[in-house]
């Protein structure tokens, strides 16, 4: 299996950190999910911040709330996945060396 690059698991990472807000929000608008629970902080955990609108309606500053939660996952999502590429890259450094007879 081949080790993906860190620009492609950054831009994969930033992709997914978007792109599953926006289905949650999707989902919950068509009603799929009668409430959140605690599998939505999982997946999105700046959702925290979505409280504050919770009484705004559809104001500028609600969409300004929800743009900021959304930002604020795609940075949570690089930075996690940057962190477990660099744990990856090092146990697979580690296995290449015991091969080698090489020990790091």
Known sequence: MRFPTFPR???WAGVLGLVLPLVVMALFWLHV???AGMW???IWPSSIMLM???NMG??????GILF???GINVVLYVVVFSILWCFAWVIRAWRLSLRDGTTI
């Open 9 to 11: 698991t950054i831009l």
């Open 33 to 35: 999910f009668r409430i």
């Open 40 to 42: 939505l902080i999982y």
């Open 52 to 54: 504050a609108t919770e």
């Open 58 to 63: 559809h104001s500028p500053e609600a969409l």
């Open 68 to 70: 900021y939660s959304i």
